[in-house]
Antibody, heavy 117, light 107 residues
Framework: QVQLVQSGAEVVKPGASVKVSCKAS????????MHWVRQAPGQGLEWVGI????????SYPQNFQGRVTMTRDTPTSTVYLEVSSLRSEDTAVYYC??????????WGQGTLVTVSS | EIVLTQSPGTLSLSPGERATLFCRASQSVSSSDLAWYQQKPGQAPRLLIYGASSRATGIPDRISGSGSGTDFTLTISRLEPEDFAVYYC????????FGQGTKLEIK
């Protein structure tokens, strides 16, 4: 069965960076794009970007460009999200989600990133 | 960027009633590339509907989607206690965006 298992919660200081992992299993890792979506406390869903695990190519929305980097490690079927220059507004649960033809059919359990001094 | 506006913000209904949720796009969504997700407190979202009207695996037939172009609807014909949650629409025809969500609460 498809599983996406994310790394644990993080508390980071403003201005620092954080790297969150998402380990996939139960399907062919390189055959499906992976998205990252975040959700601030009590708020809605916000798309953070997409990675092609086969080629490593990425795409980010304009409001995240320059601050977000997505990478993958094919041998371990793991994707990573790094967010830099963190500010309090980046406090959120970050989800990885497997895509099929654009829709997100499986989601990780979420990783809470808290930005606090 | 395509902006999705969901209405109403909150919908208060009783079990057994019919729920109708709306999602309007700021421009036409290509090929009906629109999905609906359900999210319960403390959980990740779950895919319900894709392609505007196709049910995802395991989704009961009392949940249905319809619409095209800029106007889309999610209908739950007879509400069960487990249906009370927040619902999001998402378009994936031109980049990716989500609506702000509709909270379906017990009246």
């Amino acid at each position: 069965q498809v599983q996406l298992v994310q790394s644990g919660a993080e508390v980071v200081k403003p201005g620092a960076s954080v790297k969150v992992s998402c380990k996939a299993s139960g399907y062919t890792f390189t055959s499906y794009f992976m998205h990252w979506v975040r959700q601030a406390p009590g708020q809605g869903l916000e798309w953070v970007g997409i990675i092609n695990p086969n080629s490593g190519s990425t795409s980010y929305p304009q409001n995240f460009q320059g601050r977000v980097t997505m990478t993958r490690d094919t041998p371990t079927s793991t994707v990573y999200l790094e967010v830099s220059s963190l500010r309090s507004e980046d406090t959120a649960v970050y989800y990885c989600a497997k895509a099929i033809h654009g829709r997100l059919d499986y989601w990780g359990q979420g990783t809470l990133v808290t930005v606090s001094s | 960027e395509i902006v999705l506006t969901q209405s109403p913000g909150t919908l208060s209904l009783s079990p057994g009633e019919r729920a109708t949720l709306f999602c309007r796009a700021s421009q036409s969504v290509s090929s009906s590339d629109l999905a609906w997700y359900q999210q319960k407190p403390g959980q990740a979202p779950r895919l319900l509907i894709y392609g505007a009207s196709s049910r995802a695996t395991g989704i009961p037939d009392r949940i249905s989607g319809s619409g095209s172009g800029t106007d889309f609807t999610l209908t739950i014909s007879r509400l069960e206690p487990e249906d009370f949650a927040v619902y999001y629409c998402q378009q994936y025809g031109s980049s990716y965006t989500f609506g702000q969500g509709t909270k379906l609460e017990i009246k």
